[in-house]
């Protein structure tokens, strides 16, 4: 089940950076992007959720690592601060912001802000996706690539 739930932890983050560049688009040109928004807001939060089950119950290198090793020793160490820290501290701020612009425009049916806080959020996105290229962190595109 663990490998099942990263699996779709790994594909959902497509589902995010398609949607959320997609409602990005279409708020700067004014077309309806309520469909897409709620997609995106549905897709981040069951990979919050996942990713919180991760961090707490089944991977080694988020809780359980601070709990094992100490803070310290995962602040020391730059793959551990990613795991440890970075990734979900960061994806949960993006999924924050995420949440404040769906619910906004939702609401007042305007763009309003919501294209901004979704650009912030993409930028957090991309800088804290553990992209193949990146040292010491690099996942597969898709799972099992
Ligand atoms: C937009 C939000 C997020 C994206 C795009 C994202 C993306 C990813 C990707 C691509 C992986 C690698 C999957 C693989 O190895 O196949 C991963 C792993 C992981 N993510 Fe996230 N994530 C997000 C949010 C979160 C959050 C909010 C948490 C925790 C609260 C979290 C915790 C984890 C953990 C613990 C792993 C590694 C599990 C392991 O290999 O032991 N993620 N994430």
Redesign the pocket.
Known sequence: MNTGL??L??I??WV??ITLLLSIYKLFVKQDALKTSKILFIA?HT??L???Y??FV?????FKAIQTAGMKTVMGDSVSRF?GME??FT??I??ILITIGHIRYKKSGKAGLTPVLYLLALVF?LL???WPFKAGVG??WF?GM
């Open positions: 990263l699996h932890h790994n959902l983050r995010i950076l981040s990979t919050l996942i990713g919180l991760q961090y089944s991977s080694l290198l988020g795991w990734h979900a994806m949960i993006a999924i996105i804290m996706t553990p996942r597969p799972p």
